[in-house]
């Protein structure tokens, strides 16, 4: 079985600032990783996702994210924030031999940026 | 290209009572997938679509939740009976064979 912790349920940070939002997960099986972000009044949208190769991956709206494997990690970060970048983001994993492409959600990290 | 639809937006309905949510796929995925969010808890996995069959619905909660895809088209999520813990936000995403999700807005379901 998956599971994922995201460890900060709220980040406030002032706009132009750098950002981390953190990310652990546990599984005994390999997996694929993932960032989404909800904006208000919608539905979740793809950051950036972790398949395989290089363990830095480049997003969207200036999104990165490193893939730590001995950590159990998968960090998003962002060297200087907007106002719209305030949202609520999900990292998730799915099991990749698992047929049916399932998603285990952390419980969601909310970044307010302030001016 | 339209994207995945759900109805209604927001539903408000007492203990006991039937509410069906339904969710349009993008045209063309095969697979559909529900979710569910409850209050301050994490997004949670429903069942899961591949076409009209059902691949795996592990993520159910119990028998009060009847999942259907008619002809592997649209698909309708009922509760019946209703109960205060079923609140939450339901999810709908699609995607095609090869992958690659795309959510829905969620319905807001509140049971009083």
């Known amino acids: 079985a998956q599971s994922v912790t995201q460890l900060d349920s709220q980040v406030p940070v002032f706009e132009e600032a750098p950002v981390e939002l953190r990310c652990n997960y546990s599984s005994s099986v390999s997996v694929y990783l993932f960032w989404y972000v909800q904006y208000p009044n919608q539905g979740l949208q793809l950051l950036l996702k972790y398949l395989s190769g290089s363990t830095l991956v480049k997003g969207i709206n200036g999104f990165e994210a490193e893939f730590n494997k001995s950590q159990t990690s998968f960090h998003l970060r962002k060297p200087s924030v907007h106002i719209s970048d305030t949202a609520e983001y999900f990292c998730?994993?799915?099991?990749?031999?698992?047929?049916?492409?399932?998603?285990?959600f952390g419980q969601g990290t909310t970044l307010q940026v302030k001016p | 290209e339209a994207g995945v639809t759900q109805f209604p937006s927001h539903s408000v309905i007492e203990k006991g009572q039937t509410v069906t949510l339904r969710c349009d796929p993008i045209?063309?995925?095969?697979?559909l997938y529900w979710y569910r969010r409850v209050m301050g808890k994490e997004i949670k996995f429903l069942l899961h679509f591949v076409k009209e069959s059902k691949q795996d619905e592990s993520g159910m909660p119990n028998n009060r939740f009847l999942a259907e895809r008619t002809g592997g088209t649209y698909s309708t999520l009922k509760v019946q009976p209703a109960e205060l813990e079923d609140s939450g936000v339901y999810f709908c995403?699609?995607?095609?064979?090869?992958?690659?999700?795309?959510f829905g807005s969620g319905t807001r379901l509140t049971v009083v």
């Open positions: 995403a699609s995607s095609p064979l090869t992958g690659g999700y795309t």
């Open positions: 045209s063309g995925h095969d697979n």
């Open positions: 998730a994993v799915s099991e990749i031999l698992r047929k049916t492409g399932k998603l285990i």
